[in-house]
């Protein structure tokens, strides 16, 4: 991206990256105060929006193709659609900066560097759907960045951005900063309105589905990522048409990339969807891997995303067969290639990682996290982390790993939230690909006496 914005010396963008969102993230001339951001044309945005209908608003959202950078890729538009047209509650908004995914690393800068975006964004998202309370869930252990953002909430109150008459008008708006309870559940987004309500951050039932529908205080409430609502602001800017060129059809704009891992360079990048390659993404953006070192495996969106081997071919419903090299780091394409874009949370592995060292890492992580509500979940992502804990330690038997498996499989789909997905679908990829060296890793004379039960069961013919 050629640019005339002076960025700090070694943190200018690659030249494949379009900035939108992270703009002014790493300038040499920029700060975090109202005055800086309203110099490069903040709050502009808003005062267009606040003369605008408010469902004009909520269309150009929708045409614009804008997909929630938090993890699902749901459509914001049409999100922002499901509060009931005959509501008569108030409307709540959520702005989601618990940031827990592992490997995702994107919305600290946001709200670092340029909180008064987010809150642009955010007045003209809260004036669209009618809410006049909104918060930021930030998880606890941002607690700069919370500052940050009490001081630009602050410094917009000042300038009558918030609070009574948001720029001259008729509209009340109060945002206010939530400290959240340090817990990966935390970000799923009905446990985060538990938690905001005051009690334990366990997700809830559904359906409902949404929360637009019934949310906080069980009232329409819209929750979206910290990014998501960034967007919102160029959108108006640039239009939905313009923002819509961006990237490529149905997974139109930018989007943040967080590379971690086993790469020369790993970082931030901000690039259109879909327009880089996973390639390009390593030898490109990240200066390519490590001297001497070979592609092992990749995790394309966050930890909870379905790891690929590097030697994967994927065939495409529309016939092209693609190497890990060759998929564009787009949504719909992840999908087809048995994995999500999810967060944005990139994890590159060379052949020095033990891919049992490395889904035990996040097996701890997963029985750690979960909040214990639902039992395929709770018990399951601690026997994932027993087993997987023997298979390092070298005390397991080849049977462990389809038994690691098995557990797996008894939670995907059987739990009250995603989080039952977010912790099988490691353990179930990571088995099916990586299955020789797991079972390398083991101790065939270990192997129990005892029958799995399943077997007996299926030899009866019970299952
Ligand atoms: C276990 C779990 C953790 C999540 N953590 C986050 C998070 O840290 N930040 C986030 O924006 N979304 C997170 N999500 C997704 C949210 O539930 C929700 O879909 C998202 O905030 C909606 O925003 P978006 O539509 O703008 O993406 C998580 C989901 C699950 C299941
Ligand atoms: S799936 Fe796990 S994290 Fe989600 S509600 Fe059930 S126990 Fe809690």
Redo the contacts with the bound molecule.
């Keep these: 991206m050629s640019t005339t914005i002076p960025y700090k010396p070694g943190k200018e963008p690659h030249a494949r990256e379009h900035r939108l969102i992270f703009r002014n993230v790493d300038r040499a001339d920029y700060d975090p105060s109202i005055d800086c951001y309203i110099r490069n044309g903040g709050y502009v945005q808003l005062k267009k929006a606040l003369g605008m209908e408010r469902q004009a608003i909520i269309d150009e959202v929708k045409k614009s193709g804008l997909r ?5 890729g ?1 459509p ?1 538009g049409v ?1 922002w659609g499901f509060i009931p047209p005959t509501n008569t509650k108030p409307v709540y908004l959520i702005c ?1 900066a ?4 592992p490997g995702t690393f994107k919305d600290r800068y946001i709200m670092h560097q340029d909180p008064h975006q987010l809150v642009e964004g955010m007045i003209i998202s809260c004036f669209a759907v009618k809410a006049q309370l909104a918060y930021i869930y930030i998880r606890e252990e941002f607690p700069e960045a919370a500052i940050i953002l009490e001081k630009a909430l602050a410094e917009a109150r000042a300038k009558g951005y918030l609070g009574k008459n948001v720029g001259g008008t008729a509209y009340d708006l109060e945002i206010y900063v939530h400290r959240g309870a340090g817990a ?2 935390c ?3 009905t446990g985060l309105i538990e938690s905001l309500e005051g009690k334990r951050p366990y997700p809830r039932i559904k359906p409902p589905y949404f929360p637009a529908a019934l949310g906080l205080y069980m009232s329409p409430t819209i ?4 990014e ?1 609502l960034c967007h919102v602001k160029h959108i108006l800017e640039m239009g939905s048409e313009a923002y819509a060129k961006l990237g490529t059809p149905n997974n139109t704009g930018t989007r943040i990339l967080c590379v971690s891992g086993d790469v020369q360079k790993p970082g931030y990048f901000e690039v259109q969807v879909g327009h880089v390659t996973m390639g390009e993404v390593i030898n490109d953006l990240c200066g390519g891997l490590k001297p001497g070192r070979k592609l092992k495996a990749i995790i394309p969106g966050g930890s909870s995303a379905k790891v690929l081997r590097a030697d994967e071919k994927f065939k495409l419903k529309d016939g092209r067969e693609l190497g890990i090299m060759d998929i564009p780091m787009d949504f719909d394409t992840m999908a087809a290639c048995g994995t999500m874009a999810g ?1 944005g949370g990139v994890i590159i592995m060379d052949d020095s990682r033990s891919m049992s060292w490395v889904i035990n890492n996040l097996n701890q992580f997963y029985a750690h996290e979960s909040c214990g509500q639902c039992t395929p979940c709770r018990e399951g992502s601690l026997w994932m982390k027993k087993i997987s804990d023997r298979i390092v330690a070298g005390t397991a038997s080849p049977s462990d790993v389809d038994e690691l498996l098995r557990v797996a499989n008894n939670i995907e789909g059987k739990t009250i ?3 039952g997905e ?1 912790c099988s679908w490691p353990t179930q990829s990571f088995v099916k690909k990586f299955r020789d060296e797991m079972i390398g890793d083991t101790k065939p004379e270990l192997e129990s006496k005892i029958v799995n039960p399943e077997t007996v069961l299926a030899a009866a013919n019970l299952v």
């Design positions: 929630g950078r938090g993890g699902a749901f914001t999100k989601n618990d940031e827990s995914e990966y559940i970000g799923e987004e929750v979206n990522n910290v998501s967060s939230c995603a989080f977010a």
